[in-house]
C-alpha cells in the first residue's frame, strides 16, 4: 500500500509540473486578449461620439426648421405689433418673410479662414490666367517675327535673282553693241577664275563704296534702261524711248505685279 501510496503521489507531481509548465503562453494569451478588449472599447467610445455629434445635429436641423412659436419672446413681442405669422416684415411688407439661415461653422480655422484661402485661390488663377496670357502673346510675336525673317529672306533672294539677270541682260547688250569692259565691274557676270585674279584690285575698290545688293540692282536696271532701252521684268528691249515709257509698267519690281 505504501509503495502503491508513492507511485500516486510521483504522478501527481509530473502532472502539476506539467500544468505550470504551459503558463507564459497561456499569460500571452490572456494580453492578446486584454489588447482586444481595449481596441473594442476605444471603437466603441468613438463610434459613441460620433452618434452624439450625429443626434446633436439632428436636434439643431429640427430645431431650425420649426417656426417659432408663442413661448418665444421676441415673436410675442411682434405678434403684440401686428404681426402675423408668414408675413413680411416692415410696415409695407417689403422685408423678408424667412428668417436669416444660420451659417454653423464646423471647420476648425480661425475667423477670416476661408475668405483669405478663396482670395488666395482667385489670385493663384488670375496668376495662372496671366501667364497664359504672356505666353500666348510671346508664341505670337515669335510667330510673327519668323514670318518676317522668312518674307525678308524671300525678297533678299527674289532681288539677287533680279540683279544676276539684269547682269546676264547687261553682258549680253554691252557684247553686242561691241562693248567690251563694262561700265562697272560688277554690272557683269563674274568672270572666270583665271581673269579673277587680273581684275582683284578693281574689285578691292569697288568694295569700299559699300553698295547693297538693292542698290546695284537700281542702279543696273536704269543703265539698262537708259543704254539698252531694255526692262528685265518685261523681258523685251524697246526700239525707242516713247515705247518703253508707254508700254513698261515701271522701272521695279512692284510696278510689275
Keep these: 500500500m505504501e509503495e502503491e501510496d508513492d507511485d500516486y503521489m510521483s504522478d501527481s507531481f509530473i502532472n502539476v509540473q506539467q500544468d505550470v509548465r ?3 503562453p497561456m499569460v500571452r494569451h490572456v494580453k492578446e486578449a486584454i489588447q482586444k478588449e481595449e481596441k473594442q472599447r476605444e471603437a466603441n467610445q468613438k463610434n459613441r461620439q460620433k452618434s452624439l455629434k450625429e443626434e446633436e445635429r439632428e436636434r439643431r436641423d429640427t ?3 420649426s417656426a417659432l412659436g408663442n413661448e418665444n419672446k421676441g415673436f410675442a413681442l411682434l405678434q403684440k405689433m401686428g404681426y402675423k405669422s408668414g408675413q413680411a416684415l416692415g410696415k409695407s411688407g417689403e422685408g423678408i418673410v424667412e428668417p436669416i439661415p444660420l ?5 476648425r480655422g480661425g475667423l477670416g479662414h476661408e475668405e483669405l484661402q478663396k482670395r488666395k485661390a482667385e489670385e493663384r488663377l488670375e496668376n495662372y490666367r496671366k501667364k497664359i496670357h504672356m505666353k500666348k502673346q510671346a508664341d505670337e510675336e515669335a510667330a510673327d517675327q519668323f514670318r518676317m525673317r522668312f518674307k525678308s529672306k524671300q525678297e533678299e533672294r527674289k532681288i539677287e535673282g533680279d540683279l544676276r539677270k539684269s547682269q546676264r541682260a547687261c553682258q549680253q547688250l554691252d557684247t553686242q553693241k561691241d562693248i567690251n ?3 562697272e565691274i560688277w554690272y557683269w557676270t563674274e568672270p572666270e ?3 579673277k585674279d587680273q581684275e582683284e584690285e578693281e574689285k578691292d575698290e ?3 563704296s559699300d553698295l547693297s545688293v538693292i542698290e546695284k540692282l537700281q542702279i543696273l536696271t536704269a543703265y539698262l534702261r537708259e543704254e539698252h532701252l531694255y526692262c528685265i521684268w518685261c523681258g523685251t528691249a524697246y526700239e525707242e ?3 518703253l515709257s508707254s508700254n513698261c509698267p515701271g522701272d521695279s519690281s512692284a510696278d510689275h505685279d
Excluded: F, R, S
Design 206 to 208: 569697288y568694295k569700299g
Design 181 to 183: 569692259v563694262p561700265k
Design 63 to 65: 430645431v431650425l426648421k
Design 22 to 24: 504551459p503558463g507564459l
Design 103 to 107: 451659417n454653423i461653422k464646423t471647420g
Design 193 to 195: 577664275q583665271e581673269e
Design 241 to 243: 524711248a516713247a515705247d
